[in-house]
């Protein structure tokens, strides 16, 4: 009788026999998009999709947002080579943010990447992380932004817009940022290292994009705004690779902290110059309404492409010099040209014919099912520096 195999999100499990399969299939135990392999098939393959355990799924399972997410992750994650994700694994990363927190928790947070602070291998959690402070600085701006609003509002003062502009582009993407910083459970970067990558990062970001866009001007205009993301994510790239050279920073976690801070700060800047574009044009309103926008979509964007990208490199230096060989590798290329894919989409028409956003935030989910998958396997790679079995 064969020995079948299947993966939740605790790791790959089995042996069982093709009836007990079955039957954690018709009892809904085991997703119908839940990646299964027996001797003779020739890779990892949905359940769904194998006509040995046809019929055996539930006929009539609602759908539900875990099977939404298992059905894209049984796509995304095999095309760009990262973990597979399952609802379990997005619920678990916002478990603490609901809960108390004091300041001293807050402070131990930015603690972090001094000698004294950073963790030998062997003491760094391997579980998946539960980051909250993130929240806390998004409300912590959201009301001060609301402050500033309703003085502007009754007062009408223009001294208070410089204010509104900075606090509106930087508080989205800082706090998307600062999720992923959370989550580098090494903490090995230092708060000083993660706001020099957001500030001088975000602007050699922008710096190297505009370079590279004056050298392929033509192309551009014919391309038109989907050139972006030809262009954007190799400079932002690029900035991370000149501000991370330290052999310290060696963890794929590292990469994904630093290219989320990198990608924040080229999504504040960027936003706080089309605020300034719109209040010159359009007037106090115009500006709210583009950073009310930028502000929402802000985490499904820069952030967290430059996470994938940066992270996905990250996994294949492992700490070693960067090499332009590095980029040849598929564990590099198959992220980097999902995040430049969907960021030229983003540009495109295309998602604004969606209602209610609903192109934008699909183009989003991807982005962070792909992130998610990349941090579960940087957990792996954690487990295993530490001779811990990646499936614990």
Same mark, same amino acid.
């Given at each position: 009788m064969s020995s079948w195999y299947y993966f939740t999100h605790d790791g790959r499990q089995g042996p069982v026999d093709l009836d007990a399969l079955r039957a954690l299939l018709t009892q809904g135990r085991v997703a119908a998009t839940t990646m299964v392999w027996t001797a003779g098939m020739p890779d990892w393959t949905p359940a769904n999709q194998v006509p040995e355990l046809a019929g055996a799924q539930p006929p009539s399972a609602p759908l539900t947002p875990g099977h939404v997410i298992a059905r894209m992750s049984s796509k995304v994650n095999v095309l760009t080579g990262t973990e597979r994700v399952d609802a379990g694994d997005v619920?678990? /990363?916002?478990?603490? @943010?609901? $809960? $108390?927190?004091?300041?001293?928790?807050?402070? =131990?947070?930015?603690?972090?990447? /001094? =000698?004294?602070?950073?963790? *030998? +291998?062997?003491? +760094?959690?391997?579980?998946?992380?539960?980051?909250? @402070?993130?929240? =806390?600085v998004l409300v912590f701006f959201g009301v001060t932004f609301l402050v500033l609003y309703l003085t502007w509002r009754q007062y009408e003062n223009i001294n208070l817009l410089p204010g509104l502009i900075l606090i509106g582009s930087f508080a989205f993407p800082l706090a998307a940022a600062l999720f992923f910083y959370e989550c580098n459970v090494t903490r090995n970067v230092s708060l000083f290292m993660f706001a020099k990558s957001f500030v001088w990062g975000g602007v050699l970001g922008i710096a190297l994009s505009l370079a590279l866009f004056e050298l392929i001007d033509a192309i551009g205009s014919i391309v038109g705004p989907p050139i972006a993301g030809l262009i954007e994510e190799p400079g932002k790239l690029a900035a991370v690779i000149l501000l991370a050279r330290a052999a310290r920073y060696r963890w794929t976690l590292n990469g994904m902290c630093l290219g989320a801070a990198v990608g924040a700060g080229f999504a504040a800047f960027e936003s706080a110059g089309y605020a300034l574009q719109f209040l010159l044009e359009e007037g106090a309103d115009g500006m709210m309404s583009v950073i009310g926008l930028r502000g929402i979509l802000a985490p499904f964007g820069h952030v967290v492409w430059t996470a994938i990208t940066a992270g996905a490199l990250w996994r294949v230096r492992q700490g070693r010099p960067f090499d332009f060989d590095m980029l040849k590798d598929r564990r590099f290329l198959a992220p980097m040209i999902a995040a430049m894919a969907i960021?030229? +989409?983003?540009?495109?028409? /295309?998602? *604004?014919? @969606?209602?209610?956003?609903?192109?934008? +935030?699909? /183009?989003?989910?991807?982005?962070?099912i792909i992130a998610v998958g990349m941090m579960l396997g940087a957990l792996k790679e954690v487990r295993e520096a530490q001779g811990t079995p990646s499936d614990a």
């Open positions: 619920g678990g /990363l916002f478990s603490e @943010v609901l $809960k $108390k927190h004091d300041e001293e928790e807050l402070e =131990r947070v930015f603690a972090a990447g /001094l =000698r004294a602070t950073t963790p *030998a +291998i062997a003491d +760094i959690p391997n579980s998946p992380p539960s980051p909250w @402070v993130y929240s =806390r960021h030229a +989409i983003w540009n495109s028409p /295309l998602p *604004a014919h @969606v209602p209610f956003m609903g192109g934008y +935030i699909a /183009l989003g989910a991807i982005s962070w």
